[in-house]
């Protein structure tokens, strides 16, 4: 995709939000959407790693998305959790309740130089546009999902 202009493109996403911040993926990397179950709390090397789960009988390390963007949102019956699958392993990203799909055609904008000196920038593949919100594409390929 060139870096300077936006396209237009026929998508399928799911999007949530953290702290009023629209965030999505593609369809094609989530398994399942859940309820957060009990989460089991462990000792980990990566501070951002909630703990585990049980998934329909496989154990699934979740990561805590509010706590990496440096908020502490407390889990709830609310509270939602996206499954993905990562090199054949099943994964959990926590994540707010505030869910919906996106389809349709969504304008795409390559990511303004400003946005891609922040920390953190490699996080986000592309911003999407759907006349009424600005999304931030998360990038699945960035070692925090691996």
Request: with cysteine; aromatic share 12%.
């Amino acid at each position: 995709m060139d870096e300077t202009v936006s396209q237009i493109l026929q998508i399928e996403h799911f999007s949530f939000h953290i702290q009023n911040q629209p965030y999505c993926i593609p369809l094609e990397h989530i398994h399942e959407v859940i309820p957060a179950p009990y989460i089991t709390k462990i000792p980990s090397h990566n501070e951002f790693v909630k703990g585990i789960i049980n998934y329909r009988g496989i154990i699934v390390e979740l990561l805590d998305f509010p706590l990496f963007l440096g908020f502490d949102e407390p889990v709830n019956s609310f509270t939602k959790i996206i499954i993905y699958k990562k090199e054949n392993l099943l994964k959990g990203i926590l994540i707010g309740k505030k869910v919906r799909i996106l389809r349709g055609l969504i304008q795409t904008f390559p990511l303004p130089i400003l946005f891609k000196n922040m920390p953190n920038s490699l996080l986000i593949q592309q911003v999407l546009w759907d006349e009424h919100t600005l999304f931030y594409e998360l990038n699945m390929n960035h070692h925090l999902f691996s």
